[in-house]
C-alpha cells in the first residue's frame, strides 16, 4: 500500500496557519500538527488502531482514531468528509491485511 497524505482545511479552527496532516500507510496512521515553535507527531501502529470515528458536518468532517494500546486517541478536524471515509477505508483495509495469529 503506498503512503498517503491528507490535509486539513485552513478554513477550520485551529488549522488557519499550520493545517493537521494525517499520514497513511500500511504500517501505522501518524496525525502531524505544526505550530510556531514545534511540531507534535503522534503516530499508531495499524495493527493497535481499536476504532475510527468520523463526525460529519456539512462540509468538513472530525475524525477520532482510538488504539487499543491505552494511549490517548487523536482527534483530527477539518477534513472534507471523502477524505475522512478514505482514511478509514485505508485503516480497515490494512488491517485485514495483517497476517491473523491463532
Not at 15 to 27: C, S
Not at 54 to 73: A, C, F, N, R, Y
Not at 94 to 102: I, W
Amino acid at each position: 500500500m503506498a503512503t498517503e497524505i491528507f490535509k486539513a482545511s485552513r478554513w477550520t479552527r485551529g488549522n488557519r496557519l499550520f493545517p493537521t496532516y494525517i499520514i497513511v500507510n500500511d504500517k501505522s496512521i501518524t496525525r502531524r500538527k505544526r505550530s510556531w515553535f514545534r511540531m507534535d507527531e503522534m503516530s499508531i501502529s495499524i495493527n493497535k488502531v481499536a476504532s475510527v470515528h468520523i463526525k460529519t458536518g456539512m462540509v468538513w468532517s472530525e475524525i477520532l482514531i482510538e488504539s487499543s494500546g491505552g494511549s490517548d486517541p487523536f482527534v483530527s478536524h477539518g477534513h472534507r468528509k471523502a477524505d475522512a471515509l478514505r482514511i478509514k477505508q485505508l485503516i480497515e483495509d490494512a488491517q485485514a491485511a495483517l497476517p491473523r495469529s491463532t
